[in-house]
């Protein structure tokens, strides 16, 4: 595999505007036959001319041309130079949290994904290392959080299921200040609506099993990061502990990403048509969506964000959820987001079951709250296709 495209953006691509970063971003023509597709490189190992004479590629859990192109993909459209994938955005999570020492400390929002939320209380405290969850809206609570041997922050912004925003420049400033590092999991908002990395973050995080292979068939992962020593000490911890994404599910990302600006255009117009039909509802005692005026942070939304996505969730009396959720036609009633098909769930009983209900409840995630995303449907199919299941 002569010169592949290794961590580099393609110098024809570097300049280009976002759009054309997705369809171009890491990838060349394959270079034995001018393939314009970059292969699915499905091999475990690379054979060497002599000892210690290769071409850069020794063992597949250390370096893969179709995982590297999906990683140079995703970094052009985070404005980052490295992009260091993962089988799992759990797994790329926690591959931040294992640059953390024992008896470090780490500061997290705490209405984040059920899962990142389970690993921090009941996973990470058997490596010795200690997370306080906090609103981290409140700046002031998110200082106070903070302490000598804190060694990260990690928001997530928009939240799932509430749609919380936390502000990415202030909490940066705070990050900075500690000395600890910002890491921002990005996943509601996708790299076309957000760009946590030019807004102070030093690593941003997606689940790319979300927005960014958008289709529902792959999981995945990415942390992407400028800083040189940042990123090495991330490819060390990945490549000491195993978790790399296959050829296969990296070339099904990376044919994701060569239409995500399209399919966000369409994510963006579609939540907000939803909210903004759910709103005037009777059933819905309030929705939650960065992109309404009534959201409580909808200025600093706006200030940190280009588009709202296809993420929203509403409040209804549980056994009018339960009634809804079960009469979708077009929605399914399914546990993951961001593809091309809309879904929707009651975080209480699915996403968000692993979260200590004392939490869940104080948090606003009631058996009545509906987490919708919104796919790229005709949007008026979408309103109509609400309308009938929540007619009694
Ligand atoms: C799904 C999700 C995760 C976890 O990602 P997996 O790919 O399921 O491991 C983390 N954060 C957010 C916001 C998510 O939606």
New binding site residues.
Partial sequence: MPEAPKGNTGSSARRSRFDTLCVHAGQSPEAVTGAITTPVFQTSTYVQEGIGRHRGYEYARLQNPTREASEANIAALEGGGHGIAFP????A?ECVAKTVAAGGHIVSEEN??G??TRMFTSVLDRLGIEVTLVDTRDLAALEAAIRPDTRLIHL?TPS?PLMRIADIEAAAAVARAAGARLCV?S??ASPCNQQPLALGADVVMH?T??YIAGHSDV???ILVVRDEALAEELHFVRKSTGPVPGPMDSWLTLRGTRTLHLRMARHNRNGTLLAEYLQTHPAVRAVHYPGLPSHPQHDLACQQMTGFSGMLSAELLPEDARRMVERTRLFRLAE??GGVESMLSVPAFMTHASVPEPLRLRLGITNGLVRFSAGIEDGRDLVEDLEQALRT
């Fill in positions: 799992s955005g759990l797994a999570i984040t994904y899962g990142t997530e799932n999991d996943t509601f689940s099993t979300k999981l995945g992962g993951s987001l």
